[in-house]
């Protein structure tokens, strides 16, 4: 079954240093993959999404990901940290009708 | 309208009580989805609906009851709920029942269980 695994249940950062959150996908063929962020007591916000037209894909609030599939990766990478980017942030893949989260990463950004 | 809207945003209820929570989207999207989300944990599947009909129950305990009586609306009927179902449910919709697309969620209702 597909599955993703995100590298760290915690991140902390300073603000303006970059972002650097890890995600690798288990599939023998490239599957959809998304990022999701989550503020607390919140539903969930897509922030991007890969779906093969492009191997780097730009998403909201300044973040972007990078698809490498030699790698199976998915790593989501912003320049500069915001006190606003704290939250959590799910990598996400769907191999049929239905996406299936990882775990998590909550992401600290230190002043 | 690009809102997934739930209601109740909390509720407290008794392992007796009868209770529903509803969902609604009027994006034309085709497919809607349950999620049930623990403190600190992912969101887990419950059940998937595809053009109103249910096509995924992830084996579900029958004391969660889910409904599609529209295109745009998604309810979840509770029943005889347990301490442990204290969770966010959270609801989300689709264009594509593929979900290429991504979901757009909810913020979820608070469900806590006496």
């Known amino acids: 079954a597909q599955s993703v695994t995100q590298l760290g249940s915690h991140v902390s950062v300073s603000e303006g240093a970059l972002v650097l959150l890890r995600c690798n996908y288990s599939s023998s063929v490239p599957p959809y993959l998304f990022w999701y962020v989550q503020y607390p007591n919140q539903g969930l916000q897509l922030l991007l999404k890969y779906t093969s037209a492009a191997t780097l894909v730009k998403g909201i609030n300044g973040f972007e990901a990078e698809f490498k599939k030699s790698e199976t990766s998915f790593h989501l990478t912003k320049p500069s940290a915001h006190m606003s980017d704290a939250a959590e942030y799910f990598c996400a893949v769907s191999p049929d009708d239905k996406i299936i989260f990882g775990k998590g990463t909550r992401l600290h950004i230190l002043p | 309208d690009t809102e997934v809207t739930q209601t109740p945003k909390h509720l407290v209820m008794g392992m007796t009580n009868k209770k529903s929570l509803k969902c609604e989207q009027h994006?034309?999207?085709?497919?809607m989805y349950w999620y049930k989300q623990k403190a600190k944990k992912p969101p887990e599947l419950m059940f998937v609906y595809s053009y109103e009909k249910l096509s995924i129950n992830e084996s579900v305990p029958s004391r969660f009851s889910p409904e599609c009586p529209n295109s745009s609306l998604l309810n979840l009927h509770l029943h005889a709920l347990q301490p442990e179902d204290s969770a966010l449910y959270l609801c989300?919709?689709?264009?594509?029942?593929?979900?290429?697309?991504?979901?757009?969620f909810g913020s979820g209702t608070r469900l806590t269980v006496v």
């Open positions: 994006m034309g999207h085709r497919a």
């Open positions: 989300a919709s689709s264009q594509d029942p593929g979900g290429a697309d991504g979901y757009t």
